[in-house]
């Protein structure tokens, strides 16, 4: 065995042994964007297929799993709970102008994209614009496409957070 392969193992029994088996699920289905069944949530926890079933109807419970119902069940992560868990993480860890200055910066780099692209929103471009440019330019274009969006939603995520920030010290100002 190479020392990669036995590290990882290590690192997988010490994972086993520090965590629950309610963790190792929370670990596993947070990592989830396609739905799977209890059984691959089980293998991928180390855990058994109960095991991991009784751990995701909790999660489900707490709105953390999203569940599609059928035969077998099948799970993945609720993404509107791991955005409000972001949006909680950054109000608590984070003053209100910490924010603002943050958001400050992304609107400026979303200034520069509306001028690259000539565009109000990265929706707006229409793949016909990447068929006359190189290959290489083509997957240059498209990162940066991808970033935009990035910071579209960042935007929206951190203008939430300035929200929830405000409220803890009871303070109000406009965004």
Same mark, same amino acid.
């Given at each position: 065995?190479?020392?990669?392969?036995?590290?990882?193992?290590?690192?997988?029994? %010490?994972? !086993?042994?520090?965590?629950?088996?309610?963790?190792? *699920?929370?670990? *596993?289905?947070?990592?989830?964007?396609?739905?799977?069944? =209890?059984?691959? &949530?089980?293998? !991928?926890?180390?855990?058994?297929?109960?095991? =991991?079933?009784?751990?995701?109807?909790?999660?489900?419970?707490?709105? &953390? *799993?999203?569940?599609?119902?059928?035969?077998?069940?099948?799970? %993945?992560?609720?993404?509107?709970?791991? %955005?409000?868990?972001?949006?909680?993480?950054? =109000?608590?860890?984070?003053? @209100?102008?910490?924010?603002?200055?943050?958001?400050?910066?992304?609107?400026?780099?979303?200034?520069?994209?509306?001028?690259?692209?000539?565009?109000?929103?990265?929706? @707006?471009?229409?793949?016909?614009?990447?068929?006359? &440019?190189?290959?290489?330019?083509?997957?240059?274009?498209?990162?940066?496409?991808? !970033?935009?969006?990035?910071?579209?939603?960042?935007?929206? &995520?951190?203008?939430?957070?300035?929200?929830? @920030?405000?409220? %803890?010290?009871?303070?109000?100002?406009? *965004?």
């Amino acid at each position: 065995m190479n020392k990669g392969t036995s590290r990882n193992g290590d690192a997988r029994a %010490r994972w !086993r042994e520090e965590r629950t088996t309610f963790q190792r *699920v929370y670990d *596993v289905i947070t990592g989830i964007t396609d739905f799977a069944t =209890a059984t691959e &949530i089980g293998e !991928r926890a180390d855990c058994s297929a109960d095991g =991991a079933r009784a751990a995701l109807a909790q999660l489900v419970e707490m709105g &953390i *799993v999203e569940q599609r119902t059928g035969r077998p069940s099948e799970y %993945r992560r609720n993404e509107s709970y791991l %955005r409000w868990k972001r949006i909680e993480a950054l =109000a608590r860890e984070h003053s @209100a102008p910490e924010l603002r200055e943050e958001v400050d910066a992304l609107l400026e780099e979303d200034q520069s994209f509306q001028e690259r692209f000539a565009a109000a929103d990265p929706d @707006a471009i229409s793949p016909t614009v990447f068929e006359e &440019i190189g290959h290489e330019a083509v997957h240059e274009q498209w990162d940066a496409l991808t !970033r935009w969006r990035s910071v579209r939603e960042d935007l929206a &995520i951190l203008q939430q957070a300035i929200h929830r @920030a405000e409220g %803890r010290t009871g303070t109000s100002a406009s *965004v």
